[in-house]
């Protein structure tokens, strides 16, 4: 079974400047998939970001990056010029490969509350 | 497009009542899944599912049944509820690999206390 592993229950930042939530996993599998989710206090769950990890490439999407290091098995998400409304919990999620025979479903870290001072 | 709709928002049950969470989804995806989320618990996987006909277990699957009898609704049931199953409850679905929405769009949940 796959693990998720979130170190960072808060994290605080000034506006305007850039945050890295840290996330690392553990699995037995070469293809897979990862993601960051954002639940503000609507406790709507939103994607932010994924990556498939067979590219090599990081992803990207405006503010949000990613740094997807796969020997080390670390996805950490960074936020550029934080905004009041990026302040919200932060997930990390792990997706098997379900076309190569791999059970469905998301796989959580226990999620990052994310702070933005003004 | 109205996505994910889960209902109800809000119930409360008593210990030893059963009840069925519904899930509709109206962008044809054929994959499903149903998710807790307990405080410092992060989002635990309950059932899911791979298309019409086809379901299996997640992580916490105990007390819960489903159904996937068509593409669209995928309903959780609750056999006999017990204070434990206190928590809110997500329900997911996904377009399938290679597309450009490989990623799981989620309902805005459903808070169920038992008491």
């Known amino acids: 079974a796959q693990t998720v592993t979130q170190s960072q229950p808060e994290m605080s930042v000034q506006e305007a400047e850039t945050v890295t939530l840290s996330c690392t996993y553990d699995?037995?599998?070469?293809?897979?998939?990862l993601f960051w989710y954002k639940q503000p206090p609507s406790r709507q769950m939103i994607l932010v970001i994924r990556q498939e990890a067979y590219k090599q490439q990081n992803a990207t999407e405006n503010r949000f990056s990613v740094n997807f290091q796969k020997a080390a098995k670390s996805f950490s998400l960074k936020i550029s010029d934080s905004q009041l409304g990026d302040a919200a919990m932060y997930f990390c999620a792990y997706r098997s490969y379900v076309a190569g025979g791999g059970a469905d479903g998301l796989t959580f870290g226990k999620g990052t509350h994310l702070i933005i001072q003004p | 497009n109205a996505g994910v709709t889960q209902t109800p928002k809000f119930q409360v049950l008593k210990t030893g009542q059963s009840m069925t969470l519904q899930c509709a989804q109206d962008?044809?995806?054929?994959?499903m899944s149903w998710y807790r989320q307990d405080p410092g618990m992060g989002l635990r996987l309950i059932h899911y599912s791979v298309g019409a006909g086809i379901t299996d277990q997640g992580e916490v699957p105990n007390g819960y049944n489903v159904s996937r009898s068509t593409t669209e609704d995928f309903p959780l049931r609750l056999l006999s509820a017990a204070p434990s199953q206190t928590s809110v409850y997500f329900c997911?679905?996904?377009?399938?690999?290679?597309?450009?929405?490989?990623?799981?769009?989620f309902g805005s949940g459903t808070r169920l206390t038992v008491v």
């Open positions: 699995t037995s599998e070469s293809d897979y998939y």
């Open positions: 997911a679905s996904s377009d399938v690999y290679g597309t450009k929405n490989y990623g799981y769009t």
């Open positions: 962008m044809n995806h054929e994959y």
